[in-house]
């Protein structure tokens, strides 16, 4: 994985090892991130990102819990093959698309509003 893809907000109010999570899923669901691929290890993505390894840790624990990564520290983690890679893709798409409606609420947009946003927004001649 690109470190430079791993952006992470200090000032939000979501913890730390949540946006590295959510980041790597990021970053799979976009396959910047691809099957068997290595991440960087505890030690490096700690240091790049300046934070304790115990908070990369957690990530990569939890991810591997859900069994996106696989992996130990002192092995190493990769990108975990699974049949349910695109199924995982479509949850991730659709809760970054309950956050994006949430705000649009949040802003005053209607569902039409929102509704002809997406319809101005889609290419043309795409896939329907």
């Known amino acids: 994985m ?3 893809e791993l952006v992470i907000d200090f000032a ?5 090892y949540e946006q590295i ?6 970053a799979i669901a976009r396959s ?3 099957e068997s691929q290595p ?3 505890i030690r490096d993505l700690a240091s790049f990102l300046k934070i304790n390894p115990n908070t990369v840790a957690r990530s990569y624990r939890e991810l591997t819990q859900e069994k996106i990564i696989g992996g130990r520290p ?5 990108v975990e093959k699974n049949e349910q890679l695109d199924l995982r ?3 991730i798409l659709r809760e970054e ?3 994006f409606m949430e705000r649009a609420v949040e802003m005053g947009f209607s569902r039409q509003q929102v509704r002809a946003l997406l319809e101005d927004m889609l290419p043309q001649g795409g896939k329907e």
Do not use: A, C, H
């Open 2 to 4: 690109l470190l430079n």
């Open 12 to 16: 939000s109010p979501t913890p730390v």
């Open 21 to 26: 999570k959510k980041s790597i899923k990021q």
């Open 32 to 34: 910047i991130l691809v």
């Open 39 to 41: 991440l960087p290890s």
């Open 74 to 78: 002192g092995v190493g983690f990769w």
């Open 89 to 91: 893709k479509s949850d």
């Open 97 to 99: 698309f309950l956050k």
